[in-house]
């Protein structure tokens, strides 16, 4: 796009369905590593990706032209087939059906970037269910708890 100039950073987090813990020490960085090249084949930039066994957070800027939906529809597509293929004794791996995602200032990066690497230190005080409720009401994101975690 001509003359179009952005710098749209997202922080994004989803689970693994049902939250449940596949992405062991063993494989996490591959599939880390996985998310990012897909991310770069989409022309957007992965600047972060951390997590924990049962779900990962990436700080990630969008071009002007791709959707976020889009996006990350790709991504998780693309990367839950990997691992199935990769790993068929994880043949039941799947990523949640949604996604929690949050806009980022460039005066925030370092510290969204921090708060992504340092995940599983954090997540030893605190669960992703608590940590995704407050990220929701930080940011002042309506929801539903009913429909929280379906």
Known sequence: ??????????????STSGRTPLLTDAIRSDVHAYLGGILRELDAAAIAIGG??????????L???LPLADCLRIAKTNS?????ERWPERRSFAWQGGYGA???????????IRYIRDQVQHHRRISFQDEFFAL???????????????
């Open 1 to 14: 796009m001509a003359h179009t100039y952005t710098n749209l950073l997202i922080h994004v987090t989803f």
């Open 52 to 61: 924990t066994a049962d779900h990962v957070h990436l700080l990630i800027r």
């Open 63 to 65: 071009p002007a032209n």
């Open 80 to 84: 839950s087939r990997w691992v199935k």
């Open 102 to 112: 949050f806009s980022v200032s460039e005066s925030n990066r370092a510290a969204v």
């Open 136 to 150: 929701l009401k930080n940011h002042r994101v309506d929801f539903d708890e009913r429909y929280l975690w379906q």
